[in-house]
């Protein structure tokens, strides 16, 4: 039904919010701003949303409607804050569900941040996906809004409804240490127990009874954090029955059990995460043996010298018995096998959300060990240097172009700017910088973002820049994999004559942490500023 037949219809409104622009203001610092529809200023029709992201407003919302100015202190300016522009459409853009008001609520704000820090990241998405994908999580963010600054209903009970959870929330933080159940909750609020849970689940994404617990949990985690109590201390104090149940809720939620949170903290926590070291050194840990493989060797970028090495590519796990783990964390990638052999040794914790995100799994390892703060505080220190190293590179690159190539013995692969790992949220994500592509061979893409080279395409290969890496895997002999950078075909390509190539480590640049994002804009800077 289109829109003429709609409004004829009788139909309910059809509007649709479209994002102009996003930008990410820190001060002193000048902004990027990047228009997904080819415009390049506001106009009168455009709505603005600000979040503040550090400072004093911390986790503040405001909306700005076209024609109206928004009123906030100086010293929330002052912050770092995101800025997005989007206008309304269809045939009757005036009954939106936009709230009429300055101040919008945004919580969690967690949340907030991980749906603008997504958004963020696919700005320049160019592929049809990316773009599908920066599309939707900006309705995810709108109805995030939307659903906690909803305009009170015709029914005047809603009002109530809203005040009456709020009320049993409150509660909750008030008396999480006694005995709460949902009819008392329900009760409180003055809404019907069915109803009531439903609702409560719509304003805070969990039951109850889960909210509860959570409540416990972060409650038991600060004292776990700040005193030397005994763990039953704690358990009763928190609000559960005895230690026993305590220990297993804690575990169930955290993953680990309140004794090694406790120890984790304090930097005694034994802790084995083959090939997420990038990660815990992040967070101000040190694992106890590290990741190495047969052919890549180590993760020297980490400086884990004196950490002893584990060879993941064994097939086998019992290893790791020697060196007595309190806890291994593994990603969700290898044999059922393994994971067995790790759960008899020790704690066993399993990242089964797969995620090419970075920011998203390093804030799942950061809760693990109770150091999301310090997550939000590395990944924050790393955009504003991106920004920074991207403003550089805008001076000096002046269009040119850039590739990528990771070369074996057999194998030349490209990475290009729709891939969402290693290389290309760096280069052409975080940075900015202008990819090229081997011209005709895309279509060979194994999967999206990387695709194979014979010697025969590189005559399509006219990129400005060449950043390349060496891949031992496939090599039968030392050296074999270098015998590309004698052939005829390579040294004809223009980046090659004009010396314009940069080898790179390979284990920094085929790794997806935030510290190895860190040393390829490190690479990049010095190769190309």
Known sequence: ?????????????????????????????????????????????????????????QGKCYLQMPGRSISMDQEIMSCSYYRLCFVTSGYDSGSSLLPDK?????????????????????????????????????????????????????????????????????????????????????????????????????????????????????????W?????????????NAGFNNEYYFNRR?????GISPGQYRRSRKGQLRVVAPYLEDFIVALDMQPIAQYCHAKWGKQDYLGLNHIPTFDENS???????????????????????????????????????????????????????????????????????????????????????????????????QYTEEGQCFVSTVLYGDLGLRPHSAIGVASKADRPGMF?????DLCTLTADHLFITFDKWHSQAEGKERELLEKPEWRALPAVRNNRVYEVDFLTWMNNGIISNGKKIDDILRSLA
């Open 102 to 222: 300055q101040e919008l609520a945004c919580s969690p704000f967690a949340k907030t941040i991980e749906l603008l820090g997504e958004i963020y990241e696919l700005r320049g998405a160019s592929d049809e996906l990316g773009r599908f994908q920066r599309f939707v999580r900006f309705q995810e963010l709108l109805l995030f809004l939307f659903r906690q600054n909803a305009a009170a209903a015709e029914d005047q009970g809603t009002d109530m409804e809203q005040h009456g959870i709020e009320l049993s929330i409150q509660h909750i933080h008030q008396y999480y240490r006694e005995v709460l159940t949902v009819d008392e909750l329900a009760s409180l609020a003055g809404i019907d127990r069915w109803k009531y849970t439903r609702l409560f689940k719509e304003v805070t994404g969990q039951v109850p009874l889960q909210y509860l617990n959570e409540v416990r949990i972060n409650q038991a985690k600060k």
């Open 224 to 236: 776990l954090t700040s005193a030397d109590d005994k763990l039953l201390d704690i358990a009763l």
């Open 315 to 413: 097939g086998s796990f019992d290893a790791l018995s020697y060196y007595k783990p309190d806890l291994i964390l593994l990603m969700d990638r290898y044999e059922q096998q393994q994971y067995s052999q790790c759960r008899r040794i020790t704690n066993t914790c399993i990242l089964r959300e797969q995620t090419n995100n970075w920011r998203t799994l390093l804030r799942t390892v950061a809760d693990y060990f109770g150091r999301t703060e310090l997550a939000d505080d590395v990944i924050a220190k790393y955009d504003i240097k991106a920004r920074s190293a991207s403003h550089t590179l805008s001076q000096v690159m002046k269009g040119e172009t850039v590739a990528f190539l990771r070369i074996s013995a057999d194998h030349i692969i």
């Open 452 to 456: 194979n080279l014979s010697v025969e």
């Open 1 to 57: 039904m289109d829109i003429e037949q709609r409004k004829q219809a009788g139909a309910a409104p059809l509007v649709q919010y479209v994002l102009r622009s996003i930008r990410l203001i820190v001060p002193g610092e000048q902004a990027e701003v990047h228009n997904m529809d080819g415009s390049d200023r506001y106009d009168k029709e455009s709505f603005e949303l600000l979040f503040i992201m550090s400072g004093t407003g």
């Open 250 to 254: 804690f575990k169930q939620t955290v």
